[in-house]
């Protein structure tokens, strides 16, 4: 499959992602990823988390932490910038360097995890993008559930909240943002969400999980 937009239907289980990790370093307890994270744990609920590679850099530890709480990762290129206008050459560069730098942050704490995943930046593929992320060993995924809350011009929380609970759906896909202006609600709608959809009986997997790649 080219484009992977949900998973298997037979079971409510959803896969919660969130793109443009990590929007805070360890040192920012109470705000930001770190507030995401604390939040995640408390919930008990994964994630996979698309990583930008830069801001692993500046937030060293952050993805090595995401990893240890049981969350994955997965590649959203080295800037929030739109992968659709990258050439070949650099696109591979921004994926490969973005790939060095949560390797190298998962090294750094001792860990290992596998990079299958990736998703561009923007949200928008096109077929030789596909073919470029193969070639280094990446699944495409999109989602099937995304509120529309990063295209810069966010929806009011409540129609955030609405959304993805309107469109929860066996086997689907939760895209939301941890930028540092949509985090926060982020936290709200999953604070508000996941229990709610956990009374209807869904529970939350990592993408793995959810596509049984573990």
């Not at 507030?35 to 609920?45: G, K, Q, R």
């Not at 560069?93 to 973005?98: A, W």
């Not at 596998?114 to 070639?135: D, K, Q």
Request: glycine share 10%; net charge negative; aromatic share 8%.
């Amino acid at each position: 499959m080219d484009i992977i937009f949900k998973g298997p239907s037979d079971r409510k289980v959803l896969a919660l992602t969130i793109d443009d990790f990590p929007s805070s370093g360890i040192d920012e307890s109470g705000t930001g990823a770190m507030a995401l994270l604390d939040l995640l744990d408390e919930l008990a609920i994964p994630a996979t988390f698309f990583a930008i590679g830069e801001r692993v850099c500046e937030h060293p530890g952050m993805a090595a932490r995401a990893v240890a709480a049981g969350h994955e990762l997965g590649n959203h290129m080295w800037r929030d910038k739109w992968s659709i206008t990258l050439g070949r050459e650099e696109f591979l560069q921004e994926l490969d360097h973005t790939s060095v730098a949560i390797k190298q942050d998962l090294a750094a704490a001792g860990l290992k995890a596998p990079l299958r995943w990736f998703r561009p930046s923007g949200g928008w593929p096109h077929p030789p993008m596909l073919e470029w992320a193969r070639s280094r060993g990446y699944q495409t995924v999109l989602g099937s559930i995304w509120p529309l809350d990063g295209l810069g011009i966010p929806a009011p929380e409540q129609a955030q909240r609405w959304f993805v609970e309107q469109f929860a759906h066996p086997g689907g896909i939760v895209i939301l943002h941890d930028t540092k202006d949509a985090n926060p609600a982020t936290r709200r709608t999953l604070l508000q969400e996941v229990p709610e959809l956990q009374q209807r009986g869904f529970s939350f997997v990592t993408l793995s999980t959810l596509l049984a790649q573990g």
